[in-house]
Every structure is written in structure tokens, then in C-alpha cells.
């Protein structure tokens, strides 16, 4: 069972190549003996490249989007004032 075997706290750090040589080759070897491992070994084998996709720069915004937004903002901006100021007047 996957719970009881003693590598398998292992399974992370041989999938991120981030144990000592010795370790690894333990853990490789225990994987061709193990089959609880092999599958959780082939649960969290695409980790690193999931890894690589989310340490990647986000898409920039193409200028004109950056700029229609960039409009809408400031008429929204000037109708909330345009409000407010009749609202101020309204009560005076």
C-alpha cells in the first residue's frame, strides 16, 4: 500500500531532481519493485513541467485592449464624478 512504504515521502524529491545521486538511484530502483509508487510516481511525474509553465512571464496585454481599458476606465471614472457632483448640488 502506498501509505506504508518508506520511500515514497521520497517520490517528490526524485521527480524535482532535487536528491543526492545515492537516493535517487535508491528510489529508481524501488520503483521498478513497487507498484503503489510507480502510480503515485506517475501522478506527480509532470510536476516540474507544470513547474516550468508557472515560472513563465504572463502574456502581455496588447496595446489596444491596455488602451480601450485604459479609456473606459477614465469615462466611468468621469460619470462616478459627474454623479457625485450632481448629487452635491442636488442637496444643497
Not at 516540474?48 to 466611468?76: F, G, K, N, W, Y
Amino acid at each position: 500500500m502506498m501509505g506504508d512504504c518508506e520511500l515514497r515521502h521520497d517520490l517528490g524529491g526524485y521527480v524535482l531532481g532535487g536528491l543526492p545521486p545515492e537516493q535517487a538511484e535508491r528510489v529508481s530502483h524501488h520503483l521498478a519493485t513497487c507498484a503503489s509508487c510507480r502510480g503515485h510516481h506517475a501522478e506527480i511525474a509532470a510536476t516540474p513541467q507544470l513547474l516550468a509553465l508557472a515560472t513563465d512571464a504572463p502574456p502581455s496585454v496588447p496595446t489596444e485592449v491596455r488602451d480601450r481599458l485604459v479609456a473606459r476606465s477614465a469615462r466611468h471614472r468621469q460619470r462616478r464624478r459627474w454623479a457625485l457632483t450632481t448629487a452635491v448640488v442636488a442637496t444643497l
